[in-house]
């Protein structure tokens, strides 16, 4: 069996904020890796730096101390057309407020990131149709945002975030607005593309409910990560598959 790629990496990252003669340490000295193929959960409260972490590692946001290298390149030294590039087609992002545009049907939506980027006609729909294939939604391409439930619209925007067919998903409070049955089945969806698209997914989450899924749980506390008091399903029996 081959050694996973390492996609992305944190190296000792840190974000400070200046508010008035306050400084606030959002993130400190953190260290992660993703690895191909995996599914990691980063647990934490309201205010404990989780969105701040998904924003470094996306290249939102720019770190005050620290590095994050992507496909082992430092993404401070990439430039505006580098960066847009992993945005567009290698990095995927899940909110928790499923940011629909209300007037496009599902399908539209789902395209829309394909038409920015100019894919041409024919395989816009071909990979449109595929990515809601993948989360259970073709009956409901033609459906409008409002005529949908909150699990089928974070469904569509799970669509939309996997049809540019990216190397990892980043998924900040994917669960937050939806009841605990739509919650566990968005986190199975994750585990299923993991499995069976060999992307990788970090969710960032305050539902303990939702960790026995993922391979690996991080926890954050006051923009530290610390060793967690829970472990997910597999990372606990690394033989199963």
Known sequence: MTNPQRILA???????????????????????????????????????????LLNLIAGLDQPTS??????????AEMNERELTEIRRNKVGFVFQSFGLLPLLSAFENVELPLRISGVKAKER?????????????????????????????????????MVSRPLLLLADEPTGELDSVNARS??????????????????????????????????????????STHSGQRYRNPDSS
Request: overall charge negative; charged content about 25%; glycine content about 10%.
């Open 125 to 161: 729909e071909e990979r449109t149709w595929e990515s809601l294939e993948n989360v259970g939604l073709i009956a409901r391409a033609k459906h409008r945002p409002y005529e949908l439930s909150g699990g089928e619209q974070q469904r569509v925007a799970i669509a939309r975030a």
């Open 186 to 227: 968005i986190f199975g969806l994750f585990e299923e593309m993991v499995r069976s698209q060999k992307i990788s997914v970090v969710a960032a989450t305050h539902d303990s409910t939702l960790l026995s899924m993922a391979d690996q749980v991080k926890e954050i506390r006051d923009g530290n990560l610390v060793e």
């Open 66 to 75: 620290g590095k994050v290298l992507f496909e082992e390149q430092d993404m």
């Open 10 to 52: 944190a190296v000792e990252l840190g974000r400070t904020y200046s508010i008035g003669t306050q400084e606030v340490k959002a993130v400190q000295n953190v260290n992660l890796e993703i690895n191909t193929g995996q599914f990691v959960a980063i647990v934490g409260r309201s205010g404990s730096g989780k969105t701040t």
